[in-house]
T-cell receptor
Framework: AQKITQTQPGMFVQEKEAVTLDCTYDTSDQSYGLFWYKQPSSGEMIFLIYQGSYDEQNATEGRYSLNFQKARKSANLVISASQLGDSAMYFC??????????????FGTGTRLTIIP | GAGVSQSPRYKVAKRGQDVALRCDPISGHVSLFWYQQALGQGPEFLTY????????KSGLPSDRFFAERPEGSVSTLKIQRTQQEDSAVYLC???????????FGSGTRLTVV
């Protein structure tokens, strides 16, 4: 079984500052993928960044980077130079890459990020 | 189309009524997923298709929930005899390959009264 834990229900950050959203996970799989999604008030889930468990380098996508610490089973999202449009719910998720056909994502409970002007 | 399209966007059903929620995935996407998201929670997996084959339906909460994808493209999630606890946003997602992330639709917000 897989489990994602996001311990920050809500965060307030000043515009232009960097912010780190925490995510820890638990899995017995050796090969897995970690995802971050953004969900604005409109409801759509927007894919932000992906990290494979065997990727040697931390993933980066523009202002988003993933601080992957495999031994600690953590996959924190870092947003640099935050903008007002970053205000949204953020979900960490994972899926197994080990079992053929087992493609479902397991999500955490999310962190509501509010950027203050 | 350019994205995953879900309809209706909002649905109000009386308790006991049957509902059908539609998902039109991105053209060519093999995998299609349904998730249920209760208010203030993360999405919970319901079921998964690869083309027309339903490979995993372990997340369907009861036999009142049924999903199909007969031609490997459009999918329908049907809920029979709706109950208040079925009120949630139902999200559909499709994907082309495992590492690319899944593309989600905007969801259908179901309210059972």
């Amino acid at each position: 079984a897989q489990k994602i834990t996001q311990t920050q229900p809500g965060m307030f950050v000043q515009e232009k500052e960097a912010v780190t959203l925490d995510c820890t996970y638990d899995t017995s799989d050796q090969s897995y993928g970690l995802f971050w999604y953004k969900q604005p008030s409109s409801g759509e889930m927007i894919f932000l960044i992906y990290q494979g468990s065997y990727d040697e380098q931390n993933a980066t996508e523009g202002r988003y980077s993933l601080n992957f610490q495999k031994a600690r089973k953590s996959a924190n999202l870092v947003i640099s130079a935050s903008q007002l449009g970053d205000s949204a719910m953020y979900f960490c998720a994972m899926r197994s890459l080990s079992n053929f056909g087992n493609e479902k994502l397991t999500f955490g409970t999310g962190t509501r990020l509010t950027i203050i002007p | 189309g350019a994205g995953v399209s879900q309809s209706p966007r909002y649905k109000v059903a009386k308790r006991g009524q049957d509902v059908a929620l539609r998902c039109d995935p991105i053209s060519g996407h093999v995998s299609l997923f349904w998730y249920q998201q209760a208010l203030g929670q993360g999405p919970e997996f319901l079921t998964y298709f690869q083309n027309e084959a339903q490979l995993d339906k372990s997340g369907l909460p009861s036999d009142r929930f049924f999903a199909e994808r007969p031609e490997g493209s459009v999918s329908t999630l049907k809920i029979q005899r709706t109950q208040q606890e079925d009120s949630a946003v139902y999200l559909c997602a499709s994907s082309l390959e495992k590492k690319a992330g899944y593309t989600f639709g905007s969801g259908t917000r179901l309210t059972v009264v």
